[in-house]
C-alpha cells in the first residue's frame, strides 16, 4: 500500500455537506462526480496529500442510504492507493481477507477499486484503488 488516497464520508446531501467541509478544511471541492454503477454522487475535498470523499446517495435502496439509515453520517470508508491492484488483491485473498469484488470496477475520481468485507479489518471498509491509466 503506497498512501492513504482518500477518507470516505456518508452524506445526507451534498448541498449542505459541500459548504460545511469547505468551511473546515478551507478549501474548495474540486470536483462532484456520480457513480451510477454504486448509486452514488461524490464530492472530492484535498487536503495535504489525502483527499476526503463525500458519498451521497442517489437511490434509497443504495449502499449509502443504507449505511446512514443503520449509522447515520460519519466515516464510510478509508481507501489506499496501491500501485498494483490486481496483484494486491491477490495477495489480500491469500492472506484470508474477503474481497467484496472478484475483480477491479471503476470507482470515481479515475481509479479502479476493490473493497474488503469489514468483518476481516476490525469493521473498518477499507478500498483499495489505482488510478487509471
Not at 62 to 67: E, Q, T
Not at 94 to 104: A, D, Q, R, S, T
Amino acid at each position: 500500500m503506497l498512501k492513504v488516497e482518500h477518507i470516505g464520508i456518508a452524506v445526507r446531501a451534498l448541498s449542505e455537506s459541500i459548504p460545511l467541509f469547505e468551511k473546515l478544511l478551507n478549501t474548495p471541492c474540486y470536483k462532484t462526480e456520480a457513480v451510477a454503477s454504486e448509486q452514488v454522487s461524490t464530492a472530492f475535498f484535498k487536503t495535504g496529500d489525502t483527499k476526503i470523499e463525500l458519498l451521497e446517495s442517489s437511490s434509497a435502496e443504495g449502499v449509502i442510504a443504507r449505511y446512514i439509515d443503520k449509522k447515520g453520517e460519519g466515516i464510510h470508508h478509508i481507501a489506499f492507493e496501491v500501485a498494483d491492484i490486481e496483484a494486491e488483491m491477490k495477495r489480500l485473498a491469500n492472506e484470508g481477507f474477503v474481497l467484496l469484488n472478484e475483480k477491479p470496477k471503476q470507482g470515481a475520481d479515475n481509479k479502479l477499486v476493490c473493497f474488503l468485507h469489514p468483518k476481516g479489518t476490525n469493521g473498518v471498509l477499507v478500498e483499495l484503488c489505482m488510478e487509471m491509466k
